[in-house]
């Protein structure tokens, strides 16, 4: 049997995804990036074929794509973060045509807008500020001592409407956030309000190339049951959110990578 991979070089994680003959996710695994992405990532991928029992004579394409792509020099090819997660959205969401994705990561967010072929047609990115990023909810997180992870399950748990947090910069918000804990606010009610804080600037990234249904949601952050509910309650639409989020953008490049070795064959037997 051969297999492709897809590797993500994320700012905040490494993602590997690994697709058989048929397109099907065999397995994936999300690490962190830390400041050494090469060596991460091919341990990374080292570990994930032994979990998979795959040689390296059965892993016969790969395609790396995100942040730190031309660092990963074994790949046989690399692409753009944002085609490699349209291709993996529309995989993930099987006959569900995904017409906007919005992803959230460590260090950016974007909105992509797709034709009904699921091409790119247009996109938005914020990569200057890390409001409304992975990084904003993990510096929130850490500020109130509780895990990126339990941010959901704290946003539930807030009664009344959500406090609004109006800095935009991720520093101020961070002493915005310390100022109303002071205050006696609730960590539950803090959290939403962070949640709906980055809805808000989130929806406007989104508007900027129009929003289009269905909605697809990924990222880390979309994990984030708290968020997703924030940014359904804003935009007043629901919102579709694949079994793996955070992985999409492997997925995509797992694919491309069974595209193109099937295209390479198909040539080489011409
Ligand atoms: P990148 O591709 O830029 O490295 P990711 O899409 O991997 O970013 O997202 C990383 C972010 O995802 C982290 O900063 C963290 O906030 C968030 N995240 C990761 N796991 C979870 C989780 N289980 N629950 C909530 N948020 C999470």
Redesign the pocket.
Known sequence: MDYFAGI?I????I?IAIVNEEGTLVGHK?SG?GSMFYKYAKQALHDLMRELNITDRELVYTVST??GRKLFKEAEENISEITANAIGARAAAGDIEIKTIIN?????SKAISLDSEGNVVNFAMNDRCAAGT??F??VVAMNLEIG??E??EYHFKSTGTPLSINSTCAVFAESEIIGLLGNDHSVEDIVAGVHYSIAKRIIKLVKRVGIKERIYFD???A??EGLVSAIENELGKEIFIPEHP?IT?ALGAAMLALESYGYEQTHKEA
Not at 10 to 13: D, E, I, L, N, Y
Not at 104 to 108: A, F, Y
């Open positions: 993500d994320g700012s905040t994680a993602k999300i990036s995100g942040y959230i990561g460590g260090q950016d992975g990084k909810l993990d990126a992870d941010l959901g990222g880390g952050p994990l984030n955070q953008t």
